[in-house]
């Protein structure tokens, strides 16, 4: 298991910026899919984005892509996710998520498969 801790949350105004970390603690952590999902109240949990732990590759939810950015930290063992051009409708509590598994264009946005999830940090920006 991988312990997860978020970070960066806040409240911020249409078109700004935030960045979002996510520290790990845990055997094994460069070998670990890593995804953020989000979850608006009255709503199900959504898909953000991901990052396979083997080569590289991102995967982002059609409603963020080319405005947040996911990259990671092996060697200090987080996981960042860099949101610009913040839309009221991004309002929600962000989770960091883990699993053991490699991460694909289908499974990445399954929330099942990570087996570690963070408490989450709260997202609000007003219009």
């Known amino acids: 298991q991988v312990q997860l801790v978020e970070s960066g949350g806040g409240l911020v105004q249409a078109g700004d910026s935030l960045r979002l970390s996510c520290a790990a603690s845990g055997r094994a952590f460069s070998t670990w899919s890593m995804g953020w999902f989000r979850q608006a109240p009255g709503k199900e949990r959504e898909f953000v984005a991901a990052?396979?732990?083997?080569?590289?590759?991102?995967y982002y939810a059609d409603s963020v892509k080319g405005r947040f950015s996911i990259s990671r930290d092996n060697a200090n063992n987080t996981m960042s996710l860099q949101m610009n051009s913040l839309k009221p409708e991004d309002t929600a509590l962000y989770y960091c998520?883990?699993?053991?598994?490699?991460?694909?264009?289908?499974?990445?946005?399954?929330?099942?498969?990570?087996?570690?999830w963070g408490r989450g940090t709260q997202v609000t920006v007003s219009s």
């Open positions: 990052y396979n732990w083997r080569g590289g590759h991102t």
């Open positions: 998520a883990a699993g053991s598994f490699v991460a694909t264009t289908i499974t990445a946005r399954v929330s099942k498969v990570y087996t570690s």
